[in-house]
C-alpha cells in the first residue's frame, strides 16, 4: 500500500498530512520556520521526521511539498512569502528522507483538488485565487490544469508610480504589495506601525483611519488585479482560496461591477472555495500519486 507524504508549505503557516492507502494516519499545522534556504530544509526535515514518528511509520514511497513560488524541474526558482530570491534545490532532500521527493507550485497542485473535489466538477474553466501571505493563481482550462510557470498574478506591476509600495520579490508596485498579507504588513511599518495582516484588520474595524485606508486600498487592488486576470483569460469562475480569501472575504474580495471598471471581459462569478484550507496537502497528494501511477 502506498504511503504518501503531503507539505503544503505557506508563508505563515505548514500544513502536513501522511497519507497511506487513501486513509490520514497523521496531519499537523505548525508555523513555517524559513531563516534561509538551509533552514526551510531542515524546518521540511523536522516536521517530516516527527509526523513519521507519531505515525508509526518508517518507510514512505513519496514525499511532496507544495511551495509559494515558481518551480521547474525539482528547483524552486524563488519564493517571496518565504523570503527566498534565489533558486532552491530540493534533490538534497531525498537522501535524508530516503524516499523520493517531488515538488510544485502550491497553486498547481492546490487547483488539482479544485477540479477533482470542488468547482472543476461544474464547470470547465476557472482560476483558483491565492489571496494569502501572497497572491497567486492556479488555472483550469478546458478541464485540464495548467502546468509549469504560470499564474503568478501577485506580481503583476499595478502601481507605476515613483513611490509604489515595495514588495516582498523586491519589486514595487505588485499586486501582492498592496493586497497579500506581507503587503498588509510592509504598509502599516511603512506607516509606523508594527501589525500583523490580521491587526490591520482588527484596527480597520475599530476605525483606525490608516488602518481602514490599507484595507480600503488592498480591495481597490484586488479588484485592478481581477481585473488583469479576467482579460487575460476566458474563465466561467474565480473562486479564492488562502487566509485572506476565505477569512476576509467579504472585506477585501470586489463585487463584480468593481472588477469591471477594469475589464473588457464579462466578469464570472467569484466564490469562496468549499474546501477550505485542505486544497495544498490534498493537491500535494494527488500529485504524489500521479508519480507513483507512472
Known sequence: ?????????????????????????????????????????????????????????????????????PVRKGVL???????????????????????????????????RTELEKGVGRTVDSFYLLALSTGI?????????????????????????????????????????????????????RANGFEWSASGVFDHALNGHEIACEIVKRARAFNARGLGVMVNALEVQAIVVMGSLGLNRFKEVVPLPGEVGCFTVNPVPRIVKTALADDLGWEGAYFLGMDFLDR
Not at 39 to 60: H, K, P
Not at 148 to 172: K, P, Y
Open 77 to 111: 526558482l524563488n519564493a517571496p512569502p518565504l523570503g527566498l530570491q534565489y533558486p532552491l534545490d530540493f534533490s538534497c532532500l531525498e537522501g535524508v528522507l530516503g524516499n523520493a521527493v517531488i515538488i510544485e507550485n502550491d497553486l498547481n497542485a492546490a487547483v
Open 136 to 188: 497567486g493563481a492556479g488555472i483550469v482550462l478546458n478541464g485540464k490544469a495548467v502546468k509549469g510557470l504560470a499564474g503568478e498574478f501577485g506580481h503583476c506591476v499595478l502601481d507605476a508610480s515613483s513611490n509604489a509600495f515595495l514588495c516582498a520579490c523586491t519589486r514595487r508596485g505588485c499586486w501582492s504589495a498592496y493586497s497579500s498579507g506581507k503587503g498588509l504588513e510592509m504598509q502599516a
Open 1 to 69: 500500500m502506498p504511503v504518501v507524504e503531503c507539505l503544503d508549505v505557506g508563508g505563515t503557516h505548514t500544513r502536513y498530512a501522511l497519507i497511506e492507502n487513501e486513509k490520514v494516519l497523521v496531519k499537523e499545522r505548525v508555523e513555517t520556520r524559513c531563516e534561509n534556504a538551509q533552514g526551510l530544509l531542515d524546518f521540511i526535515q523536522e516536521v517530516c521526521v516527527r509526523n513519521r514518528s507519531r505515525a508509526g511509520v518508517s518507510g514512505v514511497n513519496v514525499s511532496c511539498a507544495v511551495l509559494p513560488g
